[in-house]
T-cell receptor
Framework: DAKTTQPNSMESNEEEPVHLPCNHS???????IHWYRQLPSQGPEYVIH???SNVNNRMASLAIAEDRKSSTLILHRATLRDAAVYYC?????????????FGKGTRLSVIA | NAGVTQTPKFRILKIGQSMTLQCTQD?????MYWYRQDPGMGLKLIYY???????DKGEVPNGYNVSRSTTEDFPLRLELAAPSQTSVYFC??????????????FGPGTRLLVL
């Protein structure tokens, strides 16, 4: 599976936008870009996913570079509740039953 | 729709004891998985199942067993607990046929301490 690279940690002030980067230079044309997050003492939860176009949902926005070699998860207004580890994961369209592979992710701290 | 539920939430075991971690999902997902997460580390796959009656080993299966008699339930059995099995255990499920767009759903986890 194609690999992703994320910064180990990032910090943000509360109510400011946060841009979480992910590099995936070996992405293939059929790989979907997924983002999950893991709040403290909880299981991972889905945030957003996309293929080529930018995506928005109630939790976040996903900006995908034109060459698809990088993407950015955007939290428009960080809250204390957004403090979590964020994982960027590639999932091929032919994944079948293959489980998600979680790397180390980016630990986001939000300062009040 | 409760999603993925796990019991118990927390358990302390003595070395050599056995226990079963329960996992149930009500989304009719065929694919189910057990992960463990050690403190400050990522998730490691223990076992998975693609449907009732079918299970397979993941990355770290030693010391564990699973069964899948129904679509809903996927219990994880620990035999002869060891301190190295102190961890947080997550159960997860996937729907089929999403062609790369599937969302994986996780349970809240079971914290296990082996002393």
């Amino acid at each position: 599976d194609a690999k992703t690279t994320q910064p180990n940690s990032m910090e943000s002030n509360e109510e400011e936008p946060v841009h979480l980067p992910c590099n995936h230079s070996t992405i293939s044309g059929t790989d979907y870009i997924h983002w999950y997050r893991q709040l403290p003492s909880q299981g991972p939860e889905y945030v957003i996913h996309g293929l080529t176009s930018n995506v928005n949902n109630r939790m976040a926005s996903l900006a995908i570079a034109e060459d698809r070699k990088s993407s950015t998860l955007i939290l428009h207004r960080a809250t204390l509740r957004d403090a979590a580890v964020y994982y960027c994961i590639l999932r091929p369209s032919n994944s079948g039953n293959t489980p998600l592979v979680f790397g180390k992710g980016t630990r986001l701290s939000v300062i009040a | 729709n409760a999603g993925v539920t796990q019991t118990p939430k927390f358990r302390i075991l003595k070395i050599g004891q056995s226990m079963t971690l329960q996992c149930t999902q009500d989304m009719n997902h065929n694919y189910m998985y057990w992960y463990r997460q050690d403190p400050g580390m990522g998730l490691k796959l223990i076992y998975y199942s693609v449907g009732a009656g079918i299970t397979d080993k993941g990355e770290v299966p030693n010391g564990y067993n699973v069964s899948r008699s129904t679509t809903e339930d996927f219990p994880l059995r620990l035999e002869l607990a060891a301190p190295s099995q102190t961890s947080v255990y997550f159960c997860a499920s996937f729907p089929t046929g999403g062609w790369g767009q599937e969302t994986q759903y996780f349970g809240p986890g079971t914290r296990l301490l082996v002393l």
